[in-house]
């Protein structure tokens, strides 16, 4: 993973907002409705948005992008297109809420229908979770490879979901405990996770099971409890990441990318020991929005392991405000003070598309944001390095 020893380097948490001809396709393979005919025009705009993303990100400054997960519906559920055992139930369970949005029902339903509830399918699992298709993955890595050299960018990564968060997520109707549905994911989830490192990209795994979960599979149980099975998610992410070198990944801890109370967000406090063993280098979390803005002091109080780099957002991604390049640059430093300048990374506190069709920041102000956090960055790095 590539560290700078003079200058802040910038990156992001994965996902960018998906042109509608993107969102179309997306749609209609998720709705069973892409026919074979369709699938090479499927592949030429994924190709050609890919290509188009990436160069954007790096005429913004980015320094180490990622394919805007432009073939992925959502950063979770994509996995029903490559994994068997999942299925579109004719009576699928009701969707769970986050707690805090159903202390405030009528901002709850105002939300919903504003757009921020996901319209695409959430997959059941119904049988035995084995690798279907690899080609989606070989095609996703293809394209951002392809990318990455015409942008000249030399560093990029992939998302993938963590076994935990697809378990959080996903409804289990086939195996007979939590813990074997999460190894039967982390079996066959290893194949992608190293797939994408031994391509070249670092891999980023997506955790907001570690954090997201508690106030929502988990919001009628204790926080002892949610750290009980978020230690077992860490053991069966582990086990997905045992033939992947730590310095080829990053985490991504998220309580959820939405504009709401969350005033149920588990404490920092009590995932933090948790969240430090997984066999990940770099630990991308939120540290922009108003909920999790003041924990910059709870990181600068924690025995940081010294092989950990800190990824911290210092764009908030559920609100329009363009971030003055000052305030990203206090942001940096208060974390390169805490653990150095080189073993921190500018990023974002989540994506700017968890799901096609769906961001809460204008496509237009999410690039200007990503142009704030370079200059930030580089008003950092001034007085950081010189």
């Known amino acids: 993973m590539k560290q700078s020893t003079t200058r802040i380097l910038t990156t992001h948490v994965g996902s960018m907002p998906r042109p509608q001809e993107v969102v179309d396709m997306l749609f209609a393979e998720d709705q069973n409705t892409l026919g074979a005919d369709q699938r090479p025009a499927y592949d030429e705009v994924m190709t050609r948005h890919v290509a188009g993303i990436v160069a954007k990100q790096a005429s913004c400054g980015v320094d180490i992008p990622s394919d805007g997960e432009m073939s ?7 996995i029903r297109h490559r994994l068997t055992g999942f299925e579109i139930s004719s009576k699928p369970p009701p969707r769970a809420t986050p707690k805090d949005l159903d202390d405030y029902p009528a901002y709850r339903d105002r939300l919903a229908q504003a757009g921020g509830t996901p319209k695409y399918h959430r997959p059941v699992c119904t049988g035995d979770i084995k690798i279907k298709d690899l080609a989606p993955l070989h095609k996703d890595i ?8 015409a942008a000249g960018v030399e560093e990029g990564f992939m998302n993938a979901a963590s076994p935990g968060v697809v378990a959080v997520f996903q409804p289990n109707e086939h195996y007979d405990s939590h813990e074997a549905f999460l ?23 997506d955790c907001p099971d570690l954090a997201m979960g508690r106030h929502i599979k988990f919001r009628d149980e204790s926080d002892e409890t949610f750290v009980k099975n978020a230690e077992m998610q860490v053991e069966a992410l582990n086990h997905a990441l045992q033939n992947v070198p730590a310095d080829r990944v990053r985490i991504h801890l998220c309580w959820g990318n939405y504009e709401g ?9 009590k995932i933090m020991q948790t969240v430090f063993k997984v066999k990940a280098q770099a630990i991308q979390f939120e540290a922009s929005n108003p909920r999790h803005a003041h924990e910059w002091k709870i990181w600068a109080e924690a025995e940081i392991p010294d092989d950990k780099i800190l990824i911290p957002g210092v764009l908030d991604t559920t609100t329009n405000f363009v971030e003055h390049p000052e305030l990203v640059a206090e942001r940096i430093e208060r974390f390169a ?37 370079a200059e930030g960055a580089r008003i950092a790095s001034n007085r950081l390095f010189n």
Not at 72 to 78: D, F, L, R, V, W
């Open 72 to 78: 992925k519906i959502s950063y979770a559920t994509y």
């Open 142 to 149: 293809a394209n951002m490879k392809g990318a990455m050299a």
């Open 183 to 205: 190894y039967a994911l982390a079996e066959v989830m290893k194949t992608e996770f190293e797939t994408i490192v031994d391509s070249g990209l670092l891999l980023q795994v």
């Open 261 to 269: 109370p969350h005033n149920h967000d588990v404490p920092l406090t």
């Open 337 to 373: 003070n805490i653990v150095g300048p080189r073993r921190v990374i500018a990023g974002t506190d989540c994506g700017f598309g968890t799901f096609a069709g769906f961001g809460a920041v204008h496509p237009s102000i999410c690039w200007a944001k990503l142009e704030a956090m």
